[in-house]
């Protein structure tokens, strides 16, 4: 075996071929950021990652129309004033392949290839009291070693397939939004049936059904979808932005989601029902997402839920034109945002098709595959192509899908056995030099992600160079903050709508996960100065021996 640590970077531990200061699991956009800031800072770093390809969830989801929800202008990193000048985005909210080539970009432009290992996966790892390091078990490199190991395994990384009777025996093909090949598929002449409704279901549906011959989804629960209004992004636009580029990122880190939107600081119910009206209509014709923000508490008081509810059903209402059909796709039994809601490119036009119909599988649920098609309790629907858009194991999946053991052998999944404990989100207690990116127990999938990775990636980078200046060799959280930590996320999220909800936001996404809320609810700048006060006070929280 040889792996070469970048001999140009220095290292305190003088790795041999396959030891490093640091090891990052995952070349997504969090992986990248964090090799960026620790090999900057002087440490041997490598990534090991299981694909061939860099870009984590955007290697992966390849499906038709897959897009960012959150504009591309800020929808990508500002450490370096060079990149965001002269980096051109094309669209308001980029492709998948768009946003592909520029994880590709990043990782040219600073050299981060050469220390990305790649079509290696971590089956496991053990830390090693008497070294205070960890051994990590791969499947292509054998073991290697770090003093620091950082998960940067994403949250919608381990995708979840239904198990259907019969699924082997369908003679056309299936695959899954999240491990989408490749090579486009052809789906000219084809049927085609959908399972999921979610953001990947929804972003697929009207891309597919103008290249399909019949379009089948398949849906058990209505989500809302806010409208994206897109556009491509002139010249004239994108020198405005580049002009004011650091304003617009300021902005976007102090605000509650990253997003660069300021929440309306009236309360729904302090408007007539005319400027409410007005409101919400200016918000839902421009914002994307920011539609949850045209009032604050939107999310935080059901009265103000029900207003937003009320204008987005009659919303829906204009766009479908069968009165029964849109019955059917329009959400009940839950707040408006509480489930992630999507943003749609003309999903709900595009059952008025000739070509595309709904399913509904909570009414008439699926029974089995067969050789050709699905079948559910109301008949067989024919089909040559079905594709799982059923999502993830959220949150906590992939970082428990390798066997991680702490102190005493104690394993994560021992340790989360009744939900994620950490501080922060960042470390966890009987787990010394282990982080986290942007997973459970900080903003994560509440904010911009690429926000919230620019944060924990200096952070981290921070407490281990701060550790190393002091000559320490274990960083580890203290079980009191930890304690402290868990119960102040879960305070925040009993202040929010978003418990009201069956959704993924809560672990219900899998059977037998535990139900508690994951991620941190107390919006992006807040908890950044949570970070500020930490790193400011010798890293309360955090026992450095
Ligand atoms: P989501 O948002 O988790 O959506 C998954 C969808 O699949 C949702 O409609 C589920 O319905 C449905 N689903 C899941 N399992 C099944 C089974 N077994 N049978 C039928 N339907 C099922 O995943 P996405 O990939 O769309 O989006 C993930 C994130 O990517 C999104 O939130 C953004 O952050 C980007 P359910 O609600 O469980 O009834």
Redesign the pocket.
Known sequence: MSVNSNAEHGSVNSPTDSSFDVIIVGAGFSGLRSLHSLRNAGLSVKIIEASDEVGG?WNHNRYPGARC?VESYDYSFGFSDELQQQWRWSERYAQQPEILRYANHVCDRFQLRSDILFDCRMLGADFNEDRASWTVATDSLGQLQCRHLILAVGQ?SKI?T?T?PGAASFAGEIHH??AYPREPLDFAGKRVGI????????QMTPVIARQAEHLSV????A?YSIPACHAEISDADDALVKATYDERREQARNSPSGLGFMPNRRSALDDSPEVREQIFETAWNRLGFGFALAYYDILLNIESNNTAVEFVNRKIAEKVDDPELCKKLTPHGFPFGA??P?VDHGYYQAFNRSNVELVD??QAP?EAITETGITTSNGEYPLDIIIY????D?FTGSILAPLIRGRNGLSLEQKWSQGPRNYLGIGTHDFPNLFVMVGPGSPS?LSNVIVSIEDHAQFICSLITSADSLGKQTIEVNLDAENDWVEHVNERAQETLYPLA???YMG??VAGKPKVFMPYSGGVRGYRRILENVRNSDWKGFDIS
């Open positions: 969830v929800d919608l979840k239904p259907i939004s999240g399972i999921g409704t979610g953001s990947s279901g929804v398949f849906q058990r629960t989500n489930m992630r999507a599988i909570k699926i858009a059923t999502g993830f959220v999938l069956p959704s993924y219900n996404e």
